[in-house]
T-cell receptor, first 108, second 114 residues
Framework: KNEVEQSPQNLTAQEGEFITINCSYS?????LHWLQQHPGGGIVSLFM???GKKKHGRLIATINIQEKHSSLHITASHPRDSAVYIC??????????FGAGTILRVKS | EPEVTQTPSHQVTQMGQEVILRCVPI?????FYWYRQILGQKVEFLVS????????KSEIFDDQFSVERPDGSNFTLKIRSTKLEDSAMYFC????????????FGPGTRLTVT
């Protein structure tokens, strides 16, 4: 059974700061997803990756398959980035296992 | 941009009643999922559905739960004889393929069992 751990649990940053959220998992996976959950509860997919690095605007996601570790970076953070960021892994089947999420607050 | 929709947004029911949560996945997607999130806890996988049958289900998804794709557009989750601990946000999601494809989530249905 895969265990997905995220760190930190809570993160407060000043506007403009570079932010890193980490995710580690215990068992080999077919893909890793980074999701954003807004205060109202809605979930939005940010990235799906199985190797290397992906970039979308100010967001960058990397994964190291050998080390079973992924990072989500936010450059030039903004208050509108405040949300819960969730890492979820897919285990070669039809099921995602979710981390507990990182609560990010960006202050202006 | 196509999106997953869910109805109702909030459902209040009494313990022991049956509820049906409805979802309309993105039209060209083939895989459908239900997840739940109890307040303050992680999102949990309930069930995945492909080609008109369940492809995987979690330990949570027992005989109290069932899923159905009654027509070409709707995907439903039925919870029989609801319990207080079924109170949660229920999310539907769809994707073009399995877990190595991006999943698109609906806005969720908040179920409150009293």
């Amino acid at each position: 059974k895969n265990e997905v751990e995220q760190s930190p649990q809570n993160l407060t940053a000043q506007e403009g700061e570079f932010i890193t959220i980490n995710c580690s998992y215990s068992v080999g996976i077919s893909a890793l997803h980074w999701l954003q959950q807004h205060p109202g509860g809605g979930i939005v997919s940010l990235f799906m990756l199985s190797s290397g690095k992906k970039k979308h605007g100010r967001l960058i996601a990397t994964i190291n398959i050998q080390e079973k570790h992924s990072s989500l970076h936010i450059t030039a953070s903004h208050p509108r980035d405040s949300a819960v960021y969730i890492c979820a892994v897919g285990e070669y089947g039809n099921k995602l296992v979710f981390g507990a999420g990182t609560i990010l607050r960006v202050k202006s | 941009e196509p999106e997953v929709t869910q109805t109702p947004s909030h459902q209040v029911t009494q313990m022991g009643q049956e509820v049906i949560l409805r979802c309309v996945p993105i039209s060209n997607h083939l895989y459908f999922y239900w997840y739940r999130q109890i307040l303050g806890q992680k999102v949990e996988f309930l069930v995945s559905f492909y080609n008109n049958e369940i492809s995987e289900k979690s330990e949570i998804f027992d005989d109290q739960f069932s899923v159905e794709r009654p027509d070409g557009s709707n995907f439903t989750l039925k919870i029989r004889s609801t319990k207080l601990e079924d109170s949660a946000m229920y999310f539907c999601a769809s994707s073009e393929g399995r877990v190595d494809y991006e999943q698109y989530f609906g806005p969720g249905t908040r179920l409150t069992v009293t």
